[in-house]
């Protein structure tokens, strides 16, 4: 099992010295070279971070040397502690949400909503609705980077849903199909806790075989977890 390093931090700095693999010492220009290597240091944005000189101590971006260390970084806010290293699944709560997630498929399909209910009463902070035209298939697609463990949501009928059609949802890690169910009024709501470790392409598709009517689907409270 990887180590995890924790660190409590009130701003996403960690001090000069990172697992004794090198140190940096305060000056006008300050360079970072690991193992012969100078880095360029970038945010998850690709934009340049500069260490900076506080009292004579220097500080780096954390996300930057973790990247040099070759380990995953996540910022779990409500704890206020960068931890550094692979999570193992310990959060309850997941490191990227589906609604802070970018969907390179039908974007403008997934309608965004928050405080749902399903047709069994059941609430939800946030979900995205899937109603596909018959005959045809919406898909949300998320690339993933092999960074997660697993995706947890929930699918389920929104509530008041009166139409006699079906929905088939496909959930596929790599172009491997992992998930099917079909989805109809009378469906209860479904969790799913799917393994996504080492996947990068996560794909869920919503589909309506039926030639007229469509049913509409929640992906609700879903997330990556690691």
Not at 30 to 37: C, G, M, T
Not at 178 to 202: A, Q, S
């Amino acid at each position: 099992m990887k180590k995890i390093f924790k660190i409590g931090v009130p701003v996403l700095l960690i001090a000069a010295i990172v697992l004794g693999a090198f140190a940096v010492y305060a000056a006008e220009t300050v360079r970072i070279v690991v193992d012969n290597h100078e880095l360029y240091a970038t945010d998850v944005n690709g934009n340049k971070v500069d260490p900076i000189v506080i009292d004579g101590t220097t500080y780096l971006p954390v996300r930057a040397i973790a990247t040099a260390l070759g380990k995953e970084v996540y910022w779990d806010g409500p704890g206020n502690t960068v931890y550094l290293g692979n999570m193992d699944g310990t959060l309850p709560y997941p490191s990227l949400t589906l609604e802070d997630a970018t969907n390179i498929g039908d974007i403008y399909h997934g309608k965004k909503e928050v405080a749902v209910k399903d047709n069994y009463g059941n609430s939800y902070n946030n979900a995205l609705l899937y109603s596909p035209i018959w005959g045809s298939t919406y898909t949300a697609e998320y690339l993933l980077n092999m960074k997660y463990n697993s995706f947890r949501a929930t699918f389920a009928v929104p509530e008041g849903e009166s139409h006699a059609y079906e929905v088939v949802v496909t959930v596929k890690t790599d172009g491997k199909a992992v998930y099917t169910k079909t989805f109809d009024k009378t469906t209860k709501p479904e969790h799913v806790n799917i393994d996504v470790r080492g996947c990068n392409d996560f794909v869920v598709e919503f589909s309506s075989p039926n030639e007229s009517g469509v049913v509409a689907v929640y992906l609700a409270d879903g997330g990556f977890y690691q």
